[in-house]
């Protein structure tokens, strides 16, 4: 039977609904501060390879060479003075250069009770029984929905699923209390950690920010030590999980022999829309239940029993340019209403910080070879004029999973496209999209949990991270496994029906 074209006429102009094309254009600026970033953060690297080779030399020197070269010291006290200086020097250069390696323990993801769920009938019913949408915008949600890429199992509070809904400050502590303590249980009881033990809690949720702080509920909760330093990131949008881990990874550098407790959550009671503005009534049909809690470590003891290792973070923020800085907003509509309003810049803006990102991760990841073809196509089109298309490398060869936050369908459509990866490469997205819908900053973690379900991950693997958000933000973070994954031995959000994905999402009409 044909499929009938759904009517697009109602829906609303936000954007075209692509991304730029990465080929059109790149800045020679950001390519600048990506070596830029290279070098002042990353000297040890350059000091490695000598320390080795200077390893290497003496290894082959036989005994009589040794004895040779004793000799020669023992009668010059100045040599002997200048090759211990000279060692001593490269020695602390190579340790104080160094960062201290940050290791990912274990992740734990929420996986919220049955009665949570919500399928699209039930959404459609709850919008219904509100009394407060338009017929005209009833439908519009129901054509959202069908293109969203989300399923029938999504998972929202009781809160919003009642008739009639029953938003209020008491059901919201109750959902970010059962969100966190849900995936801090699950964490602990993964990693068998002392609670005393944490000495860094940080906790980010966009839109809900109460007094005491979500930071200081988990402390009251389980007790935690009175010297723990604590914080709390608020209005940061869907990027905020990796800014907290890049957080986490600074605070982690300056103080030894820690463990850092990440939580990325988003708060939905207090933040549904009930009026008729289309341009805030599309987060509804998106944002769903979700949280995650990552446990972080600095000491070398927890590299064997660490899952991964943080090598690189990259944090790009538009926020100087007014209109990426509007174009995801918090504000009342014509009613008083509140919501989240939705430019028609947003994928537009949303490409440019995206492209400045991986302009700016690429020399810190990218394979000799595929960074002088960057360079050489960039050199011909800059200094020689020549007409061609900037050289778009192969980040595959840079990582073997993406973890692409899971914001909307059309945004993984374009960045499968501009970034050539395979439906394999983008299957994480699209099932955690599917299964659980945009959970905002612990998307990623749906996602990783996913593939670690499947069994992808092997020892050495390299996982790339990417979100944006509001301000406008795109970040990303560069892990690599320690060790093979194995399935049987994890318990996460997946494991119960992870033989059922993937599933076939039907190819849908674009929203014009």
Same mark, same amino acid.
């Given at each position: 039977?044909a499929?009938?074209?759904?009517?697009?006429?109602?829906?609303?102009?936000?954007?075209?609904?692509?991304?730029?094309?990465?080929?059109?254009?790149v800045?020679?600026?950001?390519? $600048?501060?990506?070596?830029?970033?290279?070098?002042?953060?990353?000297?040890?690297?350059?000091?490695?390879?000598?320390?080795?080779?200077?390893?290497?030399?003496?290894?082959?020197?036989?005994?009589?060479?040794?004895?040779v070269?004793?000799?020669?010291?023992?009668?010059?006290?100045?040599?002997?003075?200048?090759?211990?200086?000279?060692?001593?020097?490269?020695s602390?250069?190579?340790?104080?250069?160094?960062?201290?390696?940050?290791?990912?323990?274990?992740?734990?993801?929420?996986?919220?009770?049955?009665?949570?769920k919500c399928?699209?009938?039930?959404?459609?019913?709850?919008s219904k029984?509100?009394?407060?949408?338009?017929?005209?915008?009833?439908?519009?949600?129901?054509?959202?929905?069908?293109?969203?890429?989300?399923g029938e199992?999504?998972?929202? *509070?009781?809160?919003?699923?009642?008739?009639?809904p029953?938003?209020?400050?008491?059901?919201?502590?109750?959902?970010?209390?059962?969100?966190?303590?849900?995936?801090?249980?699950?964490?602990?009881?993964?990693t068998?950690?002392?609670l005393?033990?944490?000495?860094?809690?940080?906790?980010?949720?966009?839109?809900?920010?109460?007094?005491?702080?979500?930071?200081?509920?988990?402390?009251?909760?389980?007790?935690? $030590?009175?010297?723990?330093?604590?914080?709390?990131?608020?209005?940061?949008?869907?990027?905020?999980?990796?800014?907290?881990?890049?957080?986490?990874?600074?605070?982690?550098?300056?103080?030894?022999?820690?463990?850092?407790?990440?939580?990325?959550?988003?708060?939905i009671?207090?933040?549904?829309y009930?009026?008729?503005?289309?341009?805030?009534?599309?987060?509804?049909?998106?944002?769903r239940?979700?949280?995650?809690?990552?446990l972080?470590?600095?000491?070398w003891?927890?590299?064997?029993?660490?899952?991964?290792?943080?090598?690189?973070?990259?944090?790009?923020h538009?926020?100087?340019?007014?209109?990426?800085?509007?174009?995801?907003?918090?504000?009342?509509?014509?009613?008083?209403?509140?919501?989240?309003?939705?430019?028609?810049?947003?994928?537009?803006?949303?490409?440019d910080?995206?492209?400045?990102?991986?302009?700016?991760?690429?020399?810190?990841?990218?394979?000799?070879?595929?960074?002088?073809?960057?360079?050489?196509?960039?050199v011909?089109?800059?200094?020689?004029k020549m007409?061609?298309?900037?050289?778009?490398p192969n980040?595959?060869?840079?990582?073997?999973?993406?973890?692409?936050?899971?914001?909307g369908?059309?945004?993984l459509?374009e960045?499968?496209?501009?970034?050539?990866?395979?439906?394999?490469?983008?299957? *994480?997205?699209?099932?955690?999209?599917? $299964?659980?819908?945009?959970?905002?900053?612990?998307?990623?973690?749906y996602?990783?949990?996913?593939?670690?379900?499947?069994?992808?991950?092997?020892?050495?693997?390299?996982?790339?991270?990417?979100?944006?958000?509001?301000?406008?933000?795109?970040?990303?973070?560069?892990?690599?496994?320690l060790?093979?994954v194995?399935?049987?031995?994890?318990?996460?959000?997946?494991?119960?029906?992870?033989?059922?994905?993937?599933?076939?999402?039907?190819?849908?009409?674009?929203?014009?």
């Amino acid at each position: 039977m044909a499929e009938t074209k759904p009517n697009t006429d109602s829906l609303p102009k936000l954007s075209s609904k692509r991304l730029p094309d990465f080929k059109q254009s790149v800045k020679l600026k950001y390519v $600048r501060l990506g070596y830029h970033y290279l070098i002042t953060h990353g000297m040890y690297l350059f000091l490695t390879p000598l320390l080795g080779i200077i390893a290497a030399q003496a290894s082959t020197f036989s005994l009589h060479d040794l004895y040779v070269l004793w000799g020669h010291l023992r009668f010059n006290l100045i040599s002997v003075i200048l090759c211990s200086a000279f060692l001593v020097f490269l020695s602390t250069l190579y340790f104080l250069s160094r960062p201290s390696p940050v290791y990912l323990l274990n992740f734990a993801c929420y996986k919220p009770e049955e009665a949570c769920k919500c399928s699209r009938q039930t959404f459609m019913d709850c919008s219904k029984s509100r009394g407060s949408f338009t017929e005209e915008n009833l439908e519009f949600q129901q054509k959202i929905l069908e293109r969203s890429g989300l399923g029938e199992s999504t998972y929202l *509070p009781k809160a919003v699923t009642n008739v009639p809904p029953n938003p209020s400050m008491a059901e919201a502590r109750k959902e970010a209390e059962t969100v966190m303590f849900g995936a801090i249980d699950q964490l602990f009881a993964k990693t068998n950690l002392k609670l005393k033990d944490i000495g860094i809690l940080i906790v980010n949720c966009s839109l809900f920010n109460p007094t005491p702080s979500l930071s200081a509920m988990i402390v009251n909760h389980y007790k935690l $030590r009175g010297n723990i330093q604590s914080y709390n990131l608020g209005g940061m949008g869907c990027s905020a999980g990796l800014i907290s881990i890049d957080l986490a990874r600074q605070l982690l550098q300056s103080n030894p022999n820690s463990y850092a407790l990440v939580v990325s959550m988003e708060n939905i009671t207090l933040n549904w829309y009930f009026g008729n503005n289309r341009s805030m009534l599309v987060s509804n049909c998106l944002f769903r239940m979700g949280g995650a809690a990552i446990l972080l470590s600095n000491r070398w003891s927890d590299r064997r029993r660490s899952k991964y290792q943080l090598l690189h973070t990259v944090r790009t923020h538009k926020g100087a340019d007014d209109k990426c800085y509007a174009c995801v907003t918090q504000e009342e509509d014509d009613n008083g209403e509140i919501g989240v309003s939705l430019s028609k810049d947003l994928m537009a803006v949303a490409g440019d910080a995206l492209k400045t990102n991986i302009t700016t991760l690429g020399p810190l990841v990218l394979p000799m070879s595929e960074q002088l073809l960057f360079m050489a196509t960039l050199v011909a089109r800059k200094l020689l004029k020549m007409k061609i298309k900037p050289y778009i490398p192969n980040f595959k060869l840079a990582f073997e999973h993406f973890c692409i936050h899971a914001g909307g369908r059309a945004v993984l459509d374009e960045l499968e496209k501009n970034l050539q990866l395979s439906e394999w490469h983008m299957e *994480p997205s699209r099932m955690t999209l599917y $299964r659980f819908g945009n959970t905002s900053s612990s998307s990623l973690w749906y996602e990783l949990a996913y593939t670690e379900a499947k069994g992808r991950i092997g020892r050495g693997d390299r996982i790339w991270q990417i979100a944006f958000g509001s301000g406008f933000k795109c970040n990303s973070a560069v892990w690599k496994a320690l060790k093979r994954v194995k399935p049987a031995e994890e318990k996460n959000p997946w494991m119960d029906e992870i033989d059922s994905f993937p599933v076939t999402i039907p190819r849908v009409a674009v929203i014009n």
